[in-house]
């Protein structure tokens, strides 16, 4: 087994190899002049099972260009099995035809991705886990909800209620609140356009509880803060959020510092920005453990499933 990484990640990439208790594959990865991307493998991997580290972040698009140069440097390198790993997988929210004469954005970054010479996809929390079926290739779909749970149990919060920002995160945030004991609630939200939302109301008793709005992406915050503020209306006591991949783009730092938002715990799918990292309302969890522990069970040919629990 040997494990790479592109540039989007390298601090989460460290981590994993740190729990896998080996060293990063050797490879030199740079720009030429003009911008294109210049890739070399700097040691052996015949045969080998190679795990290339790779997350979508602010810099989607060249870091895709990356991981494909990267995976056909390994398939022309003789690599027994190439392994993608993508901790947040760039453009899994377009993965439908909403209006006519529109790609399908998921669809053609998996083919992409197969076509270069993946044999195996490791990701976590996709946006819909319908995206699995975009691939013929093994795709394991991790979840970051034990880590997130696991923090949320220390707080020791009584009266909790879970609360899923829109209808289509109900399945993923009642799975979250079963894990907690928790209560359920859903705020039923309209979206005019494209990272615009508009609150309606809440569905759900929340008056004198605890809310965490769960999620699995947070964005420009939009629909984050406006669910906050809809939930104080309604009577939240505390407010907190539980996001897995913090993309974190445009106003969205401005509109948490802001907002009646106590605490938004993440996780380091995406590296944050300096202001992000400054943000006393982020809080920022590891998958390493989650990530190194699912490519040490690719490799020995034993069960992932266990992980998913």
Not at 67 to 81: C, E, P, V, W
Not at 263 to 287: C, D, M, Q, W
Request: net charge neutral; glycine share 6%; proline share 4%.
């Amino acid at each position: 087994m040997k494990v790479f990484t592109g540039s989007s990640n390298t601090a989460l990439a460290r981590e994993i190899v740190d729990y896998l208790k080996i060293d990063l594959g050797r490879c030199v990865l740079d720009r030429f002049s003009d911008g294109e991307i210049h890739f070399y493998i700097d040691e052996n991997v015949r045969g080998e099972d190679v795990f290339i580290i790779q997350s979508g972040s602010s810099d989607a698009n060249s870091h895709l260009m990356e991981l494909f140069i990267m995976i056909d440097a390994f398939k022309r390198s003789s690599a027994g099995r190439i392994t993608a790993v993508i901790p947040y997988f760039p453009y899994a929210r377009q993965d439908w035809k909403d209006r006519p004469r529109v790609p399908i954005s998921a669809r053609l970054v998996s083919d992409l991705i197969e076509k270069a010479g993946a044999n195996r996809i490791l990701t976590m929390d996709l946006h819909s886990p319908q995206i699995q079926g975009f691939f013929s290739i093994p795709v394991d779909n991790l979840m970051a909800a034990p880590v997130l749970a696991n923090h949320i149990k220390t707080l020791k919060l009584e009266d909790l209620t879970i609360v899923s920002p829109d209808a289509g995160g109900v399945g993923r945030a009642r799975v979250f609140a079963q894990r907690l004991n928790a209560k359920l609630a859903i705020i039923d939200k309209r979206r005019p356009a494209p990272n615009v939302a508009k609150v309606l109301h809440v569905i759900g008793e929340v008056a004198d509880q605890n809310v965490v709005i769960f999620d699995d992406i947070v964005d420009t915050a939009g629909t984050l803060t406006l669910s906050a503020d809809a939930l104080v209306k309604e009577g939240a006591k505390r407010i907190f959020s539980a996001c897995t991949h913090p993309v974190l783009t445009g106003p969205a730092l401005d509109r948490i510092d802001k907002s009646k938002l106590e605490r938004v715990f993440v996780t380091n799918t995406i590296p944050l920005t300096e202001r992000a990292a400054a943000s006393g309302k982020l809080a920022v969890l590891s998958v390493a453990e989650l990530f190194g522990e699912a490519i040490r069970r690719i490799n020995e040919g034993s069960s992932v499933s266990s992980l998913f629990a």
